[in-house]
């Protein structure tokens, strides 16, 4: 009996480790410049100060309903510039990568940064 139920308990600690591997999170931030944001790359720092880096180079990126069309660029990715404030849902590889599956603009960057690249393209 002792041993039926410790066999339960481990089933279930198991198969929730199981289930919690490769559950998308979902984190806001500007971007921001990092230390090497290498083509399909971004930095995006939360208001805590954290910075992540996350690949976003097979991520579908997409601008929220609120940006005006007057804001938007033809291709969202090319807006993925420093001081664009970001949505992101990644998942967190066993590297402690971010890898991202959407990335959503939600206050596309103004003034001189407008043109600084950040890594954004796609490969």
């Keep these: 009996?002792?041993?039926?139920?410790?066999?339960?308990?481990?089933?279930?600690?198991?198969?929730?480790?199981?289930?919690m591997a490769g559950t998308p999170g979902s984190f806001r931030g500007t971007v921001v410049d990092g230390p090497s944001a290498?083509?399909?790359?971004?930095?995006?720092?939360?208001?805590?100060?954290?910075a992540r880096r996350v690949e976003i180079a097979h991520a579908r990126v997409a601008y929220d309903?609120?940006?005006p069309a007057a804001e938007r660029r033809s291709k969202p990715e090319d807006a993925l510039v420093i001081g664009t404030e970001?949505?992101?849902?990644?998942?967190?590889?066993?590297?402690?990568?971010?890898?991202?599956s959407d990335v959503e603009i939600l206050k596309p960057a103004s003034g001189e940064h407008d043109h600084a690249a950040a890594g954004a393209g796609k490969s």
């Design 1 to 19: 009996m002792q041993w039926s139920r410790s066999w339960r308990v481990m089933t279930l600690v198991l198969w929730s480790a199981v289930l």
């Design 86 to 100: 970001v949505r992101v849902t990644a998942e967190q590889g066993s590297d402690g990568e971010w890898k991202a």
């Design 65 to 67: 309903e609120a940006v």
């Design 38 to 50: 290498p083509k399909g790359w971004i930095y995006v720092q939360g208001r805590n100060g954290m």
